[in-house]
C-alpha cells in the first residue's frame, strides 16, 4: 500500500516501494501493489511506469486530493485534509484492498509513509482479515525540536491525529521499520512498550538504474562548461528550517564582494525544488541571478545522469530533521561526485557522509561557515582532490540489498505467525 507509485511526479520518493516491487521478486516474494489513481498526484510523470514488473499486479484507486479537488479558490476544511490531504483514498483501497486479498491470499500486508493514510489502510486492512503488517514508517510523523521544544506538524489537531496513528499502527503491526537509526532510536524511547516490534532498513540506490544513465552519459559527447563549476541539487526543497538555503545564497554574495567568486565561474542550479516562485523571489533577494538558476522536473533517468557529470552536489538537512536522512543523499554517493553538504554535524545525514568519507560539512544557517567551507570546496573540486565515497562503502546501500532485508523481515513475521497459530490456534490479535 503506497501512495508514491509510478507516475507520481515525485522520484525520490517512490524509489523505495518500485524497488521492492520489482526486488523481492529475487528472494521468493511475489509483490502485489495497491495505490492511488493518478489524478490524486498533484503532478504526474510516465517516464517510470515502464520499470514496473509486468508480473506485479497494480491496483490503482479512487483518491483525491483535498487541497486540489475539495477545496474552492484555494481554501478548503482543515478537517478534510487530517492526517494528509490524501484521506479519501480510505474509501476506494479498503474495499479493493480487501478483493486483492480475496483473490491473491497474501501472506503479509505492507504499508509506507509518508502519506499517513496508506497506514490507515494497512491497519484496516490487517484488522479485518488478521494478516500480519508490516509498517514501513520510514521517518517520524511528528517530531520535537530538542532545543526549542517546537512541535512538527505545528498545527495541534495534525500532531494530536499522526500521534494517534503512530501510536495506533505500533499497536496492530507485526513490524515497523524506519530508515535511519535515530528514526528507530526516537521511537523506541516514545514507545518503549513495542519497542521490539521495530526494525531498521534504510534507503538506498537503484543500481539498474545507474547502469543505464552511466550508459547514456558515455553516449553524450558534450554541452558541459569546463570554465564554470556547476553545483546541483536535484530534488523537492520544502522553505522553512529543514532545507533553507537563505544562508548558503547569502554567503555566495558574502564570496563575490570578498572577491573570491568570479562571475562566470560557478552555476548553482536547483533542479525541481517545487516552490519555484517562492526561490525565485528569494533569489532575486540576493542579487544572485546570475549564479542560481531554477530548473524543472526531468525524467528519473535524466535526473541520475545529471547528478553524474555535476561538479558537485549540495545536500540540505537543518537540525530539526537530524533523524533523516534525505533519499537522494544515497543517489549522490553511487554518483560518486564531491558533496557539499549544508547540514547539522550531530544528525544522521552528516553521519551517513562521514561514514561514506565523502562531503564537506557546514551548519546550515552560519553564513560565515558555509563561506568559508565553500570557498575551500571549490578549491578542491577544481584541483581534483575533492573527496569522493568509495565504491566499496557506496555498494552497501544498493536496493538490492534492502529488498534482501525485507524479505527476511516477512519470512520472519510469517514464521512467527505460523509459530503462534501451531501452539496457540487461531490468530489471538489485539483488536
Same mark, same amino acid.
Given at each position: 500500500m503506497?501512495?508514491h ?18 526486488d ?5 516474494w511475489?509483490?502485489?501493489v ?8 498533484p ?19 479512487f ?61 484496516a486492512?490487517?484488522?479485518l ?15 520535537i ?62 543500481e539498474?538504474?545507474?547502469?543505464? !544513465?552511466?550508459?547514456? *552519459?558515455?553516449? +553524450? ?7 564554470? &563549476?556547476?553545483?546541483?541539487? %536535484?530534488? =523537492? ?5 529543514d ?14 564582494q ?11 542550479r ?12 528569494l ?47 544515497y ?26 568519507? !565523502?562531503?564537506?560539512? *557546514?551548519?546550515? +544557517? ?7 567551507? &565553500?570557498?575551500?570546496?571549490? %578549491?578542491? =573540486? ?14 552497501r ?28 490456534g ?6
Amino acid at each position: 500500500m503506497a501512495y508514491h507509485f509510478p507516475p507520481c511526479g515525485v522520484s525520490s520518493g517512490l524509489q523505495r516501494t518500485l524497488c521492492f516491487s520489482r526486488d523481492l521478486r529475487n528472494h521468493g516474494w511475489s509483490p502485489l501493489v495497491l495505490t492511488v489513481h493518478p489524478r490524486a498526484y498533484p503532478a504526474a510523470k510516465s517516464d517510470q511506469l515502464g520499470q514496473i514488473p509486468s508480473a506485479v499486479p497494480v491496483r490503482r484507486t479512487f483518491a483525491l486530493d483535498t487541497t486540489r479537488h475539495l477545496g474552492f479558490r484555494g481554501r478548503y476544511l482543515g478537517w478534510m485534509a487530517l492526517p494528509d490531504p490524501w484521506i479519501t483514498w480510505l474509501m476506494g483501497a479498503i474495499p479493493a484492498g480487501l478483493q486483492m486479498i480475496r483473490k491473491h491470499r497474501p501472506q503479509v500486508l505492507w504499508s509506507t509513509y509518508p502519506v499517513a493514510t496508506a497506514h490507515l489502510v494497512g491497519m484496516a486492512l490487517c484488522r479485518l482479515t488478521g494478516i500480519p503488517w508490516v509498517a514501513d514508517f520510514r521517518d517520524p510523523m511528528t517530531e520535537i525540536d530538542p532545543v526549542t521544544q517546537q512541535r512538527f506538524p505545528e498545527d495541534r489537531r495534525l500532531w494530536s491525529v499522526r500521534r494517534w496513528i503512530e501510536r495506533q499502527t505500533l499497536r496492530h503491526c507485526s513490524r515497523a521499520v524506519f530508515v535511519t537509526p535515530g528514526s528507530l532510536r526516537i521511537h523506541q524511547a516514545r514507545y518503549p512498550e513495542f519497542a521490539d516490534r521495530m526494525a531498521l532498513i534504510a534507503n538506498g540506490y537503484d543500481e539498474v538504474s545507474f547502469e543505464a !544513465a552511466e550508459s547514456a *552519459v558515455r553516449m +553524450d559527447c558534450g554541452g558541459a562548461n569546463m570554465n564554470r &563549476l556547476l553545483l546541483l541539487h %536535484s530534488g =523537492v526543497l520544502y522553505p522553512g528550517p529543514d532545507r533553507d538555503p537563505t544562508a548558503f545564497f547569502a554567503a555566495l554574495v558574502k564570496l563575490r564582494q570578498c572577491g573570491k567568486l568570479i562571475n562566470g565561474a560557478l552555476q548553482v542550479r536547483l533542479r525541481a525544488s517545487g516552490y519555484e516562485d517562492h526561490y525565485k523571489r528569494l533569489i532575486q533577494d540576493f542579487g544572485v541571478g546570475d549564479i542560481v538558476s531554477l530548473a524543472p522536473p526531468i525524467p528519473y533517468q535524466e535526473a541520475l545522469a545529471e547528478m553524474l557529470t555535476a561538479d558537485g552536489l549540495l545536500v540540505f538537512q537543518g537540525r530539526t530533521s537530524n533523524p533523516a536522512v534525505p533519499a537522494k543523499l544515497y543517489e549522490y554517493l553511487r554518483a560518486r561526485r564531491p558533496i557539499f553538504g549544508l547540514v547539522d554535524s550531530q544528525g544522521e545525514t552528516a553521519g551517513v557522509l562521514r561514514q561514506a568519507g !565523502a562531503g564537506t560539512l *557546514v551548519p546550515l +544557517d552560519d553564513v560565515a561557515m558555509i563561506a568559508a567551507g &565553500l570557498e575551500s570546496f571549490l %578549491s578542491q =573540486v577544481r584541483s581534483g582532490t575533492a573527496a569522493v565515497p568509495g565504491m566499496e562503502e557506496v555498494e552497501r546501500h544498493s536496493r538490492k540489498h534492502k529488498a534482501g532485508e525485507l524479505a527476511n523481515l516477512f519470512e520472519e513475521v510469517v514464521r512467527i505467525r505460523m509459530s503462534t497459530r501451531t501452539s496457540t490456534g487461531p490468530d489471538q490479535r489485539e483488536r
